[in-house]
């Protein structure tokens, strides 16, 4: 059950009901965005250097915001989800959060749909832009529905780069010292070895003990088991990964901090980042945004 809010244009529906996700990958490319210093460093990127261009509005079609810095938020989703809405209503553009879609059985959109305090908001479909950074339509076997995020192809080597991070954190905590067993004789008693054990947990459980020195008589032995990063050439790993990140997004490796023969300083780096990669979608925002409105509202007086 539900009603029609005129003012709004929109069906509200009083009784939650399952919503398709937008994206099984959504929530993983927020947190690839909060916990990975490559993905936040080149996604601050785009939204950073949106900045310098200049546009032209012919009309106050962003409520409260000035036009770059609505622009800046379509960058920022469309790089993060691959997608982003929004509301037209009243000669007014409103971005809104990911919505999920409403299909039919032939997977066309029927309508969109998001929840607010609780209640579903139900659009219909011509009330809502929905920008895509690359459509998935030319996937085979594929709706076409829903764009799709640069983060997707890098996903493993996100989770690669924070594996490794993880992994020389827990060395760096155990003293720079792999893992390993102790060997004893056959003799020992059972508090004897409980008594150990519980000396050898106390040192290692806090990183202010790394240093402390176990005196442990009996015939005991140390083995490492664990392999060192130096070994497992980690350092290396992470400089691959990051340069994947880097690709999967076109960001030059100079903008994260990586060496790159192409590039003869961080200056042309980042003006091929701005002529090859955020020109383009920025444009292609706007035309989206003025086709879909039937009228030119956006133009770019400086690039």
């Known amino acids: 059950m539900g009603f029609f809010d005129s003012k709004n244009s929109v069906y509200i529906i009083e009784k939650p009901a399952p919503l398709n996700t937008l994206s099984p990958n959504s929530n993983v490319f927020l947190k690839a965005f909060k916990t990975n210093p490559v993905v936040f460093r080149a996604l601050s990127l785009f939204v950073n250097v949106t900045k310098n261009i200049k546009f032209n509005t012919h009309k106050n079609w962003f409520q409260n915001e000035n036009c770059s810095q609505f622009i800046k938020k379509i960058v920022h989703n469309l ?153 497992l050439q980690l350092l290396e790993m992470k400089i691959k990964f990051e340069k994947e990140i880097a690709m999967a997004l076109n960001v030059p490796n100079p903008l994260i901090g990586l060496q790159d023969v192409h590039f003869s300083s961080y200056k042309e780096a980042r003006k091929h980042f701005m002529e090859d990669n955020v020109i383009p979608l920025v444009y292609r925002i706007i035309h989206s945004i003025n086709e879909s409105i039937n009228e030119e509202i956006i133009s770019i007086i400086d690039a």
């Open 79 to 231: 790089i993060l989800t691959g997608n982003c809405f929004l509301e037209v209503f009243e000669n007014k553009l409103e971005i809104l959060p990911n919505l999920s879609l409403n299909l039919d059985e032939n997977k066309s959109i029927i309508f969109y749909q998001y929840i607010k305090s609780g209640k579903i908001i139900k659009l219909q479909k011509e009330k809502v832009i929905h920008l895509k950074n690359m459509d998935s339509g030319i996937i085979t076997n594929h709706s076409g529905n829903l764009g799709i995020s640069p983060l997707e192809p890098a996903l493993l080597a996100i989770q690669g780069h924070n594996a490794i991070t993880e992994f020389m954190i827990g060395i760096i905590e155990n003293g720079g010292r792999p893992t390993g067993i102790i060997s004893y004789p056959e003799n020992i008693g059972e508090n004897q070895k409980e008594n150990i054990k519980k000396e050898l947990t106390k040192l290692g459980d806090n990183i202010e003990n790394n240093r402390s020195i176990a005196l442990i008589s009996g015939g005991f032995k140390w083995e490492n088991i664990g392999i060192t990063p130096d070994k």
